[in-house]
């Protein structure tokens, strides 16, 4: 009985790390990056600590209402994931939009910096993923990868031991 508890209990925390890596790991496999969303600007469609999943597009075929993901500049880490209001095919740049925002952007974003078009969010995932990317969720993780096999062990000792009553 001990062994069955062991084993159930190492499987769970196994499976709740694999359900919180997998949704970050898996779509990047794919060609797609994630991104958090940080501010409210997007706010109602995408909730500060949502995670944006966002895959590559040819920039000149976005529309109106197309969410994109954007660098703020060259060679900025600096990422905004807002509304296109209008695209400027000839000048090959966009107008975009936070839908809490008041107006538009104050500068057009080139297609250059354009990092692709929303596919869709998942609320609050964010927000687990850079809590996983922190230094002391790292540390929570390999101690959860290490309980659970230190549950599998106990498991196996357990049932040596019940095999020999």
Avoid at 22 to 27: G, I, M, S
Avoid at 77 to 93: A, K, L, M
Avoid at 95 to 119: E, F, I, R
Wanted: with cysteine.
């Amino acid at each position: 009985m001990k062994s069955r508890i062991c084993s159930a209990a190492a499987a769970l925390l196994m499976i709740g790390l694999l359900a919180c890596a997998l949704p970050l790991t898996v779509p990047r496999l794919l060609g797609w990056r994630v991104y958090t969303v940080l501010t409210t600007s997007m706010t109602p469609a995408l909730l500060v600590g949502s995670a944006v999943y966002v895959k590559e597009c040819d920039p000149a075929a976005l529309l109106p209402g197309d969410v994109v993901t954007y660098s703020k500049g060259a060679g900025s880490v600096v990422t905004e994931t807002h509304r296109v209001v209008s695209n400027d095919v000839t000048g090959g740049r966009l107008t975009t939009k936070g839908d809490a925002n008041a107006g538009a952007d104050n500068y057009p974003v080139l297609y250059s910096q354009v990092l692709g078009v929303v596919a869709f969010s998942v609320p609050c995932l964010g927000a687990v993923a850079a809590a996983l990317q922190s230094p002391g969720g790292v540390i929570v993780c390999i101690v959860i990868f290490a309980l659970a096999f230190l549950l599998w062990a106990l498991a196996d000792k357990f049932k040596k031991r019940e095999s020999f009553k």
